[in-house]
């Protein structure tokens, strides 16, 4: 039987309908008062003109009264619902970003973009072995043709390849 | 006369071989982009900004251009395809649409929708050239209170028109603004929110962040998604509509032109409200309306064409008083920051080359973007089976890449990956980007010109409702305020009335 498009599942992570969204309210008004008091100790005046912190203490407030408004207001419905939260997924994405920087800055960027590459599609992507490689290949000799050699960005180069 | 020859002198800015080679390769890439499944115009735009920094202004913004109505398009063909749209302004193409290429129609949906961008495009470009040397001029008066409360209402109204959850909306924006205001103070010089970083000095790179929440952001929220989606049709014959479905498709056309160019100029109401208004509107007048959402090609043919004529004229207020009316507008806005160009009303006195040149360079763009879409179609088609892990890494490399190669800085790529995060986390929490850019965008503008006022009047706020033009912002701006709280005022009332039937039925039931 199909489901009826008004009793579809949130996924998980995301409020259901209806609900209050009082995290997101709660994690807004914290930095919102972060800011607010921070802003405070810049000086909101400064010789009778406004100061450093008059501006952000003002922004501060207006993130506070809209905190109040998410965790009490509706919490919208999901845009895409066919989500699974993957948070190895995630996790592993973010830490091979990290790995892009350290390899981009040591070893350079065509070494850094095949290795990143290769292991994204391999193994985020689970695509198979020889696209990944192939792939990982194309996209580090296209970007050193064009980052390198025609636009001639200075990025970190590979010690084994020419500028 | 004299704006139609400054027009004309536009095209010796466009029509140089780098800015043509320049528009097709933007309208190329942006239509190829849009097409691949989970890219939108946004998120091409913001990873491919890179690419502008070794041009000169002009060919830069030329370059953009063509990449968003490119984009804009890719979107409309996977909205007819697979039913998902590239951008929220082609969700309403998916009523239609989408119904024609069950019905084997695809190609005459995709036909009649490049046409009626095309003659849009076109009209509203003629409209956005007659209307920017006026509006400059009457901009030109514009002082420090007068420029805050523009960005003020700006702000405003993208928040009330654009359809998303307002307090989650007004948050974003509040958020913009205090991300704005990392770094020292321009006037004081005291550093503000950096943490004692000497990087956060100068401020966090606003590209790097924008390529962070649409580019990382979009990634890593595809990671959470199954699977590609399947195009209706692997191939496609007879672009060309029949005399039929054109007949049909005059009127809306016509109306979807004049409706974009006017709801084009509102904040917040772009291309989006453009071609839902046109829908609207074609549902109305039409003596079938039961027949819209069935396959009418009205409804293909009117909005997009509303579509496209909106996003064209999004580009005055932008370009003659320095105020993005969305959030590609805003990544314009930025693009042109970079270039050491500041959008406002002096820049068509102050660079002429630049407003005419992005003015010619788009009718030369929808000329190629129907030229190219004709052709192409099949190759976009076949675009649309690429998997979305290929389509992910090829976009990550890029954009940290690109984020790198601001400025050779290993902090703008970590601000670009921890944006990548937040951006991620606001779209499993029900947030949108799109304010925080705008409002990033627009803080420095907004605080500089508030310090200004209240150094003008000695710290007197009434500085604001004693001069006319900032009086009628102002007025404006409570019209908006009074006229958005009614609404979700009845909107709650309406909530609650409902949770109040729902609960005597529950309670009915139970009994």
């Known amino acids: ?163 | 006369m004299d704006t139609l020859n400054a027009f004309w002198s536009g095209f010796s800015v466009a029509a140089t071989p780098i800015n043509l080679a320049l528009v097709l390769l933007g309208v190329f890439l942006g239509m190829v982009i849009g097409v691949l499944p989970g890219l939108g115009p946004t998120t091409t735009i913001a990873i491919l900004l890179p690419i502008t920094f070794t041009l000169d202004a002009s060919s830069a913004i030329i370059l953009l251009a063509g990449i968003y109505y490119g984009a804009m398009y890719g979107g409309t063909i996977t909205s007819v395809l697979v039913k998902v749209p590239g951008e929220i302004a082609s969700v309403v193409t998916t009523f239609d649409g989408y119904q024609m290429a069950r019905q084997g129609r695809a190609g005459p949906a995709l036909g009649i929708a490049a046409i009626g961008s095309f003659i849009g495009g076109i009209a509203a470009t003629f409209l956005l050239v007659l209307l920017a040397r006026p509006l400059a001029a009457f901009a030109e008066r514009f002082g420090a209170p007068e420029l805050f409360m523009v960005a003020v209402v700006g702000i405003l109204l993208v928040l009330a028109i654009g359809g998303q959850s307002l307090p989650r909306s007004a948050a974003m924006v509040a958020a913009g603004l205090l991300l704005a205001s990392v770094g020292q103070d321009q006037v004081t010089g005291v550093s503000r929110f950096t943490f004692g970083s000497m990087n956060a000095l100068g401020g966090l790179d606003l590209v790097a962040i924008a390529m962070g929440l649409f580019g990382i952001g979009e990634v890593l929220a595809n990671l959470d998604k199954s699977g590609p989606s399947k195009p209706l049709a692997s191939r496609i014959d007879g672009i060309w509509p029949s005399r039929e479905d054109f007949r049909r498709s005059k009127g809306p056309i016509a109306r979807g032109t004049v409706i974009g160019s006017i709801v084009g100029l509102v904040p917040g109401g772009g291309s989006v409200l453009a071609s839902m208004a046109s829908y609207a509107a074609e549902r109305k007048v039409s003596k079938h309306p039961e027949k819209f959402g069935t396959g009418a090609i009205e409804g293909v043919a009117g909005p997009e064409t509303a579509n496209n004529a909106g996003s064209t004229m999004s580009f005055l207020p932008l370009l003659t008083l320095g105020l993005p009316t969305g959030t590609v507008m805003a990544l314009m806005f930025g693009a042109l920051l970079l270039q050491g160009v500041t959008p406002g009303p002096t820049l068509v006195a102050d660079h002429p080359e630049i407003f005419w040149g992005v003015m010619a360079s788009m009718l030369i763009g929808n000329v190629m973007l129907l030229v190219l879409n004709l052709p192409l179609v099949g190759l976009f088609v076949q675009l649309l089976r690429v998997r979305m892990g290929v389509i992910a890494s090829i976009t990550v490399l890029i954009t940290l890449l690109g984020v790198y190669s601001l400025n050779n800085s290993v902090f703008d790529v970590v601000t670009c990956i921890v944006f990548g995060l937040v951006g991620y986390l606001m779209r499993r929490t029900g947030f949108h980007p799109g304010p925080l850019v705008l409002a990033a965008v627009l803080g420095t503008i907004l605080e500089t010109n508030l310090r200004n006022s209240l150094a003008i009047s000695d710290g007197d706020p009434t500085i604001f409702v004693s001069r006319p033009i900032s009086l009628v912002l102002v007025l404006v701006l409570v019209l908006v305020l009074s006229a958005t709280s009614l609404k979700a005022l009845r909107s709650g009332r309406k909530d609650l009335n409902q949770t109040l039937k729902d609960h005597d039925s529950v309670e009915g039931a139970t009994r």
């Open chain 1, 1 to 163: 039987m199909d489901a009826s498009p008004d009793v579809e599942e949130s996924p998980p992570g995301a409020a259901a309908r209806g609900d209050r969204d009082w995290a997101s309210g709660a994690v807004l008004a914290v930095l919102a008062t972060g800011a607010m008091v921070m802003s405070w100790q810049l000086g909101l005046t400064r010789e009778g003109s406004p100061g450093p912190g008059l501006w952000p203490f003002l922004c501060g407030g207006l993130l506070l009264a809209c905190s109040a408004g998410v965790a009490f207001g509706p919490v919208p419905a999901p845009e895409d619902p066919e989500t699974e939260f993957r948070p190895i997924k995630l996790i592993s994405a973010i830490a091979l970003m990290f790995a892009f920087i350290l390899l981009l800055t040591t070893l350079g960027v065509v070494t850094a973009t095949v290795v990143v590459g290769f292991t994204w599609l391999r193994f985020i992507a689970a695509e198979s072995w020889r696209l990944s490689v192939v792939l990982a290949l194309a996209v580090g000799l296209t970007v050193y043709l064009v980052f390198i050699v025609a636009l001639d960005i200075p990025l970190p180069l590979d010690v084994f390849l020419p500028r």
